[in-house]
C-alpha cells in the first residue's frame, strides 16, 4: 500500500464517521444524566449550541492527531488512526483525543527511532517510552497521563488481536505524591475580593469562588443559563464527565451577576466575552487573575485560579456542608476525590481529638486493653 492510498483511505474512513450522525452520543450531550434531584432537562437551543461548538472542537482534535501521524510516517500508523477514530465514536473530548495522539505519536516515532515494530512490542519497550518522557523534564503527573494513555492503546491492540495479551499482566504503574488541593486564606479572599474592581471581571471571580465551578464551565455559560430568581445556574455539560448539574449563588454572587448582566451587551450569547472575541478564552481569564493577584500582592503566595474551587469546597465542609452534597455541587464523579478537600479541612476531626484527648488526660480511661 503506498503514502497516497493509505492517505486517502484514512480520509474516507475520517469522513465516514461524520455521516453517520452520532445519534446516541448526540442524545447524551444534548439532554446529560442529572445527578441532582433539582436538575431538570434544559431547552434545547442551549445544549444544541454547546454540544455544535464542541462537537466542532472534537473534529479539529481529530483531525490535527491524524494529520501528524499520516505526515510523520510512523510504523503502526494503520492502527494508531484506527485507535484514535474507536475514540472519536466513544464521543472523547477533545483534549482526550489531543492527549491520546501525543502519546500515541510519541511511542510510535521511538519505535521508529529503534527500527521496532509495533506488532513486536514488550513491557521494556514501555519503560523505554516513560523513561524518555522522563527525559524531556516532563511532571511526573504528565508522564503518569501520558503513561495511561499509552495503554489505552495498547489495549486496544490486545482487543483487536494485534499483540499478545501478556503485555498487560504486569501494567508499569508510577508512584504518585499525594497532595492536598490548595485553598486561598480567608484573609487573602478578603485582600482579592476588595480589588476586584472591574464590573465583569468580578462577577467572573465571584462565580468561581461561590459556584466552585470549573474555569472551563463557566466560560461555556451562555446568559440564559443564569437563573437569578431561583439563585441557581444550570451547567449543561460538566467539563469533564459530561453530566448536567446546579449550582447555587450567594448573596454576593447575585449582586456581581446582576452588575454585570446589567451592563453586559445582550446581543452576545455567552456569559462571558471579550472586546474581540464571543468566548472569553482560559489563557485570558488566567490572565486577569494574575495582575489582580499582583494588585492584592498575593503574587508570591502560589495561587492559581483553580485555588478558587479548592477555597470553595474547603470553605463548605469547614461551614458543616456534607460531604456528599459537596460532591455533588463540584461535579466529582467519585467521592473519594471529594474526600481529599475532607482530609484539609474538616475541623470535626481536631475538635473530636481534643475532645477524646481531653477525657485522657482527666484519667476517665477504665479497663483493660
Known amino acids: 500500500m503506498t503514502d497516497n492510498t493509505f492517505t486517502f483511505q484514512t480520509t474516507y474512513s475520517f469522513s465516514s464517521i461524520f455521516s453517520q450522525g452520532f445519534q446516541k452520543t448526540s442524545e447524551l450531550l444534548i439532554h446529560p444524566e442529572p445527578i441532582t434531584p433539582e436538575f431538570t432537562p434544559p431547552p434545547a437551543q442551549p445544549a444544541e449550541k454547546v454540544h455544535s461548538r464542541k462537537e466542532k472542537q472534537r473534529r479539529q482534535a481529530l483531525d ?33 483525543l ?31 517510552f516513560i523513561e524518555q518522557e522522563q527525559d ?38 508510577l508512584k504518585m505524591p499525594v497532595s492536598l488541593p ?15 474592581d472591574h464590573t465583569r471581571d468580578r462577577a467572573l471571580f465571584l462565580l468561581l469562588l461561590r ?29 469533564k464527565n459530561y453530566r448536567g448539574r446546579v449550582v447555587y449563588l450567594s448573596d454576593d454572587a447575585i449582586e456581581a451577576a ?23 478564552s482560559y489563557g485570558a481569564v488566567r490572565n486577569r487573575f494574575t495582575r489582580y493577584l499582583e494588585k492584592a500582592e498575593l503574587d ?45 479541612t474538616d475541623t470535626t476531626r481536631e475538635e473530636e481529638y481534643f475532645r477524646a484527648m481531653a477525657i485522657i488526660e482527666r484519667g476517665e480511661i477504665h479497663g483493660r486493653y
Not at 64 to 78: N, Y
Not at 258 to 280: G, H, N, T
Not at 313 to 318: D, F, G, H, K, Q
Open 300 to 344: 508570591d503566595k502560589g495561587y492559581t485560579i483553580h485555588c478558587l474551587r479548592h477555597t470553595f469546597a474547603s470553605e463548605m465542609l469547614n461551614a458543616g456542608l456534607r460531604l456528599e452534597v459537596l460532591q455533588q455541587l463540584l461535579g466529582h464523579s467519585s467521592l473519594e476525590v471529594t474526600r481529599q478537600y475532607g482530609r484539609l
Open 258 to 280: 446582576k452588575a454585570w448582566l446589567a451592563f453586559r451587551d445582550s446581543r452576545e450569547e455567552m456569559l462571558f466575552y471579550s472586546s474581540r472575541r464571543p468566548v472569553l
Open 64 to 96: 490535527r492527531v491524524l494529520k501528524k501521524l499520516i505526515d510523520e510516517d510512523l510504523p503502526g500508523q494503520e492502527h494508531a488512526v484506527s485507535y484514535l477514530q474507536h475514540k472519536f465514536r466513544r464521543n472523547c473530548k477533545s483534549c482526550t
Open 136 to 173: 524531556r523534564g516532563l511532571a511526573i503527573r504528565s508522564v503518569r497521563s501520558r503513561t495511561q494513555a499509552l495503554y489505552s492503546f495498547v489495549r486496544y491492540l490486545v482487543e483487536n488481536d494485534v499483540i499478545a495479551s501478556d503485555i498487560l499482566n504486569r501494567r508499569i504503574r
Open 182 to 196: 490548595r485553598a486561598i486564606d480567608p484573609v487573602d479572599v478578603g485582600a482579592l475580593l476588595s480589588v476586584l
Open 211 to 239: 459556584t466552585g465551578m470549573r474555569v472551563g464551565e463557566l466560560l461555556d455559560l451562555h446568559a440564559t443559563d443564569v437563573n437569578l430568581p431561583e439563585r441557581k445556574i444550570l451547567i449543561y455539560m460538566g467539563e
Open 98 to 128: 489531543a492527549n491520546s495522539g501525543t502519546a500515541v505519536s510519541f511511542f510510535l516515532a521511538m519505535l521508529k527511532a529503534h527500527s521496532r515494530d509495533l506488532c513486536d512490542i514488550t513491557r521494556q519497550d514501555i519503560e523505554a
